[in-house]
């Protein structure tokens, strides 16, 4: 089994360990559309237009360096990968970056991304195999 597919496992388990029945009423609906504030972070559903597995979707900030972005599976295009890729290293805390066990799992949207310690691959993905990488130089 491969590093990748290993870590997208530990993401998925640990993802799906906070879900449960709660007791906690939902929240109230808002009372106006007005009040509804537009979703942010990426697309909640697949790309219309999805690139192929192993499209390169340019390079995006990761702090201190560049990020290529690379479609690894299912349905995404490249303004969804390199969107999810950013984000997470906008939500990316230096003490993060810095953990023995590697960053992540961080939450984007409906994304869960994360990289093995001193690994400069980046995985992101959802519980519907859509696939994105971002790799560090």
Known sequence: ?????????????????????????PPAAPSSPAAVAPPSGPAPSPAANPAAAGTKCGEVPAKDKQAKVTIRGGAVDCAQATQVVTEYFQKLTPAEAKSPQG???????EWTCGSGPDDP??????????????TTA
């Open 1 to 25: 089994m491969s590093r990748v597919t290993v870590f997208c496992l530990l993401v998925a388990s640990l993802a799906l360990s906070g879900c449960g029945s709660d007791s906690t009423p």
């Open 103 to 109: 960053p992540g799992p961080i939450a984007v949207g």
């Open 121 to 134: 691959v980046t995985t992101c993905s959802t519980e519907d195999d859509r696939q994105v990488e971002g």
